[in-house]
């Protein structure tokens, strides 16, 4: 199927094509008719399945009507709410390149940066509003935005919505909204509380599955390296310097984690920053921009701070810690192998965290190769042994462990 078959407008063909667009994702094929239609839709999909395009171009064609909105920079007529201010950079972007030959207008607004500069934004009129909760609720409760005469709401990532806490600042959000609206729903996973979510805000809603989270992309090639957790810094820097890397992503469990990674990777002379909620988004944004351009070896990422991160070309990610949730490892290794390309995926596993290769492979049905030749590699753990207890007097022994 190609996009002129799904009905698109004349303005949106001609975007699509100038971005080199010709065929439509799966999802974006099962989708977009059925927000075309005004129906209500659940759509479970992974990042990077071509979802963002799933509800934006949709959207642009039913609100593309010649006018825009210029009755107060206070009424919006579509909103998408997501997680994080880069996720909401990217939907925003994706909002300008498919509707770059229309009339609408759009903006996005996100915390970690001044008020007063997204408020003049605004001012102007806008059609189409991406938000992070937070700033959305300080703009509501300020009145400058009025969600009267919204068309369009869009709740994305929304089980990351949920693991970041935001389910109080959604349910808050929902209660404002006017009833009469259509309503796009999009999640990675479906645990009970999203399932839940879903039905109190969907009306005989249609749903697209695609991909499913068990399901790792063919090819991506994976290993597991078993290694002690003192030794990962060691080792990490040992595979970069001895695989093919240009650029990798690697995952920390901790923001604070993540800077200790970089900040060793540094004095090793490999260059690297870390990307978290800790950082200012000016920050944030120099260091991914940097990683894009190919000035950083390593970006050394948290789960949260790595949703919305789309690198072309990137052929390595690392999890240096392994996720508590088998479904992030999903995630986390399909930030690589995209558009068909091929991707490698490393993981370190310690023994505190054997539980959860073992979720993994449970959820993705297969065993992922463990790599036995390599100079970290763990050593069995020792089964501690009935001793008689005796006193002696001895001297204390100092083991040294590697800072990073």
Not at 290 to 309: E, P
């Amino acid at each position: 199927m190609t996009f002129q078959e799904l009905q698109l407008s004349a303005p949106i063909l001609h975007a699509l094509h100038g971005e080199g667009y010709t065929h439509p994702t799966p999802i974006q094929e099962q989708a977009i008719p059925f927000v075309l239609q005004g129906r209500d839709l659940f759509g479970c999909a992974q990042t990077g399945t071509g979802k963002t395009a799933s509800f934006a171009i949709p959207i642009i064609q039913m609100l593309d009507k010649g006018e825009t909105n210029n009755k107060s920079y206070k009424y919006i007529k579509a909103l998408i709410l997501t997680p994080t201010r880069e996720l909401a950079t990217q939907i925003d972007k994706s909002f300008s390149s498919y509707g770059k030959h229309t009339s609408l207008k759009h903006e996005v607004i996100f915390g970690g940066v001044s008020q007063s500069l997204q408020m003049n934004a605004l001012k102007g009129g806008t059609d189409i509003l991406t938000a992070t909760p937070g700033r959305l609720l300080d703009f509501i409760h300020q009145g400058y935005i009025n969600l009267e005469d919204l068309q369009f709401f869009v709740l994305d990532e929304a089980d990351r919505m949920l693991d970041m806490g935001f389910i109080h600042d959604i349910k808050k959000i929902i209660q404002i909204l006017p009833k009469e609206r259509q309503t796009l729903f999009f999640s990675a996973t479906l645990p009970p509380q999203i399932a839940k979510l879903a039905n109190s805000l969907l009306r005989n809603p249609v749903h697209v599955e695609v991909t499913p989270v068990a399901t790792t992309a063919e090819k991506i090639e994976q290993s597991v390296y078993m290694v002690n957790k003192q030794d990962k810094p060691s080792l990490l820097v040992h595979l970069l310097k001895e695989e093919q890397i240009n650029r990798v992503l690697v995952f920390s469990r901790t923001k604070h984690g993540a800077d200790k990674i970089a900040k060793f990777l540094n004095r090793q002379n490999i260059k690297a920053d870390a990307l978290h909620g800790n950082k200012s988004q000016n920050a944030r944004e120099y260091a991914l921009d940097s990683f894009k351009k190919g000035h950083l070896k390593v970006l050394v990422a948290t789960d949260i701070a790595a949703r919305g991160i789309d690198v072309d070309d990137l052929s390595h990610v690392v999890n240096f810690d392994l996720p508590d949730v088998a479904e992030t490892y999903v995630h986390r290794i399909g930030r690589t192998g995209r558009a068909g390309k091929d991707g490698i995926a490393f993981s370190f596993c310690d023994h505190e965290e054997r539980d959860n290769l073992k979720e993994i492979n449970k959820l993705t049905k297969q065993l992922i190769p463990v790599v036995e030749n390599h100079p970290y590699a763990l050593l069995p753990k020792k089964q501690p042994q009935a001793t008689k207890i005796v006193s002696i007097k001895h001297k204390p022994i100092h083991r040294k462990t590697l800072n990073y």
